[in-house]
């Protein structure tokens, strides 16, 4: 049976057998040492020329192949492990290719290779293990949050991304052929969420693929990116969203320290701040912006400093924004049309989640969209989700990319991304 290299300290002065990649090889003549890699850590091993079958195996490996060793595991104080496996039996599963495109096993920084040819060989530059630990924030923090999701009575749904119109807007919408006709890949969840709350529904979430067409080349943006959706109904105002979506990331965070994948704690509530307050602040710290209606990135650092200098907070939400920088369904304050119950929540500088409560009223939402120059007819299969009845309803949609991305302070949000695809990425 295979023993993880994280449990070989249990097994010490008993033969075990080890499975995973050879991380790094040094003959010395009489003896030679191995470096074996798991997903769960690495270990030496040490190879004696008295053996001669495994010596000889040895001499002929070469890095990144892919060995099961059997061995006994003894002390050894000299290595960071404090312990190594004295090779009995050496299997070859896989031999690698004796050059490699990339390093894997150079420690970090110590080569600097050009990030777009790090990911045409991804698989090589995931085998890092600050690589893995990007897939295990993940992980627990999904986690948390389904879990939180689960004991509030959320149902998970999952919303087709082929549709026979562009969703919101036209221009940020990848075109496909679909047999006679033309497709358009979804860039959100949105209106099927909302019939999800039409079809009665009270709490739904939902993880998907998100495209858009844009041709973006910053750290923040990818043409296909993991989205995360939550719509519930019957709310009485955008607070109510906000309020979910902090419990359901504290969840998430709390996960992490569990798991002990981060050491920070998070500080909650997080901060709220209006959008007009937010201008304000930013108009004193002497930050100018071409977007009255939205933040900057400049803005969105700018102000996630403030806030922390502040409030300790890593996490602001903005609430109450202009329509003119919002979705044409975001519903208007009742006292002030001039403003909408939209919010983002930023993080460590960073917009992570566009949220707001949705106009369910069918009089009004057509009013809207005709104001946005959008007409009734290209609308009709959404608008008809609240011709028959819908609830009042509000939900947000979440980057993961981005939150882990600002977690483990990775340079791009593509570096959370399994396998990135931006304007001129597509493979492998
Ligand atoms: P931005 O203003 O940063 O371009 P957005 O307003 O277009 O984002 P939304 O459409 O509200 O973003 O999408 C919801 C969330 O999805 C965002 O808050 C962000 O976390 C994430 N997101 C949006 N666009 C991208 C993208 N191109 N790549 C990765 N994540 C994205």
Known sequence: MRTKISAVSKSLGQTVTLAGFVHSLRNQGKIAFLRLRDDSGSLQVVILSSNVEAFSIVKSLSVESVVEITGLVKAAPQVPEKLELEAQAITVLSVADSSLPIPVSAEKGAVDVDVAKRFDWRWLDLRKSDSHRIFRVWTALEQGMRAYFAEHDFVQIYAPSLMSAASESGAEVFEVKYFETKAYLAQSPQFYKQMAIASGFEKVFLVGPVFRAELSFTTRHMTEFTGWDFEIA???????????????????????????????????????????????????????????????????????????????????????????????????????????????????????????????????????????????????????????????????????????????????????????????????
Request: overall charge negative.
């Open 234 to 428: 019957y709310i009485n105002s955008h607070h109510e969203i906000m309020d979910t979506l902090e419990a359901s990331l504290k969840a998430g965070f709390t996960e992490l320290k569990k798991q002990e994948l981060i050491q920070e704690s998070i500080s909650f509530p997080f901060a709220r701040l209006t959008f007009t307050d937010a201008k304000i602040q930013l108009q004193k710290s002497g930050i100018t912006s071409d977007k009255p209606h939205d933040f900057s990135p400049d803005e969105e650092r700018e102000i996630c400093r403030l806030v922390k200098e502040d409030s300790g907070s890593d996490f602001v939400f903005i609430y109450d924004y202009p329509p003119e920088g919002r979705a044409f369904y975001h519903m208007r304050h009742t006292d002030n049309p001039a403003l909408t119950r939209g919010f983002d929540l930023l993080y460590k500088g960073v917009e992570i989640t566009t949220g707001a409560q949705r106009e369910h009223r069918y009089d009004v939402l057509v009013k809207q969209a005709k104001e946005r120059g959008l007409t009734a007819e290209s609308l009709s299969d959404y608008l008809n989700f609240f011709k028959y009845g819908c609830p009042p309803h509000g939900g947000v949609g979440i980057g993961p990319g981005r939150i882990v991305a600002q977690i483990l302070g990775l340079s791009s949000v593509k570096e959370s991304a399994f396998l990135p695809r931006d304007v001129k990425r597509l493979r492998p």
